[in-house]
């Protein structure tokens, strides 16, 4: 069971920057896929970006593309979501998920949610002037 906690989370203006954090315990002895997610009010959840730890390979989602940058930290069990350029339709709850990626190594981690097994409990960010 792996333990998942986002921070960093708040309010920001149109145009801002937040950089989202997701500290996790090691709760697998092979590679894995660590993935941002978002639900905005109204919404289903959506894909956002994730991290392959096997390679460092990285995918994002249509809408962000160009803005969020996810990047890892392997000696903190820490994954990061810079977002940079916000819109108020980026207002939503961002979940921090994991999934192992063995026994068959997957060469690309995926953005479908259904694909992870361990969730954090989100953090809110609002984007609002």
């Known amino acids: 069971q792996a333990q998942i906690e986002e921070s960093g989370g708040g309010l920001v203006q149109p145009g801002g920057s937040l950089r989202l954090s997701c500290t996790f315990s090691t709760f697998t002895s092979g590679p894995y896929w660590i993935g941002w997610f978002r639900r905005a009010p109204g919404k289903e959840r959506e894909g956002v970006a994730c991290?392959?730890?096997?390679?460092?390979?990285?995918v994002y989602g249509d809408s962000v593309t160009g803005r969020l940058t996810i990047s890892r930290d392997n000696t903190r069990n820490t994954v990061y979501l810079q977002m940079d350029s916000l819109k108020p339709e980026d207002t939503a709850v961002y979940f921090c998920?994991?999934?192992?990626?063995?026994?068959?190594?997957?060469?690309?981690?995926?953005?479908?949610?259904?694909?992870?097994?361990?969730w954090g409990q989100g953090a809110q960010v609002t984007v609002s002037s």
């Open positions: 991290i392959s730890s096997y390679d460092g390979r990285q």
């Open positions: 998920a994991a999934t192992p990626n063995w026994p068959q190594i997957q060469p690309v981690c995926s953005t479908t949610p259904t694909e992870y097994t361990f």
